[in-house]
Structures are given as structure tokens and as C-alpha cells.
């Protein structure tokens, strides 16, 4: 079945230093989307990624999705403490009525 | 609008006891799913609904039975509770069709089984 890996596990990185996690699909996506979860929260849907190559930003967070539409990033630039939690990526294979396949997550903690 | 509700927060189990988690959304989403959430394995699926009377399987649906009377309830029904089934329990909703499936999650249940 279809797998999406997520690295690294964990990150911990100083207050603006920059931080990257990384996301691999075993098949093609239809598209790919970002949440976040914060410590004791639930979580956030962040962005969705659809067409091949895109980058998008919000802020500090630069999202890609590769040209292959197998693999995707999330980039913060210079974290805050407020960064702190997990991200998650979830991929959408476009066959399974809408089921998302959800890495690992990677969680970030941000030394002040 | 409320979002996604669930309820309890908290619930604590003996083994082979059953209980319901309950969830509701006033978006009138057709999708709606449950989520186990345990350390280091991410979000997996447990059990999805597509509308009204129809409802299939997750990744993980063992010891687990939903149903979907309504657009807005989703039960999560535990049959015989089991250690392994400790775990933070999520739901979900999102429209099948839009710009973005964005799911929008519960703030979930956390559920120890002793």
C-alpha cells in the first residue's frame, strides 16, 4: 500500500537557526498537505500542494512539492519559539475517497 | 460554528469494556474519519465515512466499529477494550469535493486502557 516517510523524527534546533523536514511517497500524489500540532493540540491543516514543482510560502514556511510529485518539504526560516510542535505531511494518492496517508511527523523543539 | 467536537477528553478503561466516542461537526461535511494517534507513529486511520450510510475501513479498523446515521455524527465504538487500544483518538472532517480537502480535526479524546 502506499507509504509516506517523513524525516528526521525529531529536530532541535536554537532560536533562529532554520529547520527543514522532509517527505517521501512510495507512489505519485494528487497532492500533498502540511498541518501542524502543537504540544497537547490537535492538528492544523497548514497548506495543500497540488501541481509539480510548486513552491509556496507563508511567512517563515516555504513550502515544495517536487517535480516528480513523490516527495515535498517544509523549510522555517530563522524558528521561534512558537514554531515548537510536530508537522505532519499527508499525502493524497487521488484514489481513495479522500483518505489521506499521513507520515511519521517530525518534531521540532526550539531552544530559546 | 463549533467545528468538530468530540467527546469525553479523557477516558480511563478496564479491560473488555466497551464505550463510545462521540463526534460531531455543523460544517455539513461529507467526509468524516477516525484517527488513532500513539508516539512515533504518526496519524493512521482507523475508520472513514463518505456520507450518510456508508462507512469502510482504515489502516487499522480491528476492535473498532463506527456508524453514520447522520452528516453530522460520527461514533467511534470500542468493543472490548484493550491495552494496545490506549491511545489519543482523533476526528476529522473535510468536503470530499473543494479547493482543498483540508481536514479539520476534533481536539481529541485520550483514552487509557488498564
Known amino acids: 500500500g502506499q507509504q509516506v516517510m517523513q524525516i528526521p523524527q525529531y529536530q532541535h534546533v536554537q532560536e533562529g537557526e532554520d529547520f527543514t523536514t522532509y517527505c517521501n511517497s512510495s507512489t505519485t500524489l494528487s497532492n500533498i498537505q502540511w498541518y501542524k500540532q502543537r504540544p497537547g493540540g490537535h492538528p492544523v491543516f497548514l497548506i495543500q500542494l497540488v501541481k509539480s514543482g510548486e513552491v509556496k510560502k507563508q511567512k517563515r514556511l516555504t513550502f515544495q512539492f517536487g517535480e516528480a510529485k513523490k516527495n515535498s518539504s517544509l523549510h522555517i526560516t530563522a524558528t521561534q519559539t512558537t514554531d515548537v510542535g510536530t508537522y505532519f505531511c499527508a499525502g493524497d494518492d487521488g484514489g481513495s475517497q479522500g483518505n489521506l496517508i499521513f507520515g511519521k511527523g517530525t518534531k521540532l523543539s526550539v531552544k530559546p | 460554528n463549533a467545528g468538530v467536537t468530540q467527546t469525553p477528553k479523557f477516558q480511563v478503561l478496564k479491560t473488555g469494556q466497551s464505550m463510545t466516542l462521540q463526534c460531531a461537526q455543523d460544517m455539513n461535511h461529507e467526509y468524516m474519519s477516525w484517527y488513532r494517534q500513539d508516539p512515533g507513529m504518526g496519524l493512521r486511520l482507523i475508520h472513514y465515512?463518505?456520507?450518510?450510510?456508508?462507512?469502510d475501513q482504515g489502516e487499522v479498523p480491528n476492535g473498532y466499529n463506527v456508524s453514520r446515521s447522520t452528516t453530522e455524527d460520527f461514533p467511534l465504538r470500542l468493543l472490548s477494550a484493550a491495552p494496545s487500544q490506549t491511545s489519543v483518538y482523533f476526528c476529522?472532517?473535510?468536503?470530499?469535493?473543494?479547493?482543498?480537502?483540508?481536514?479539520?480535526f476534533g481536539p481529541g479524546t485520550r483514552l487509557t486502557v488498564l
Open positions: 465515512s463518505v456520507g450518510a450510510g456508508i462507512t
Open positions: 476529522a472532517s473535510s468536503y470530499l469535493v473543494s479547493p482543498t480537502n483540508e481536514q479539520f
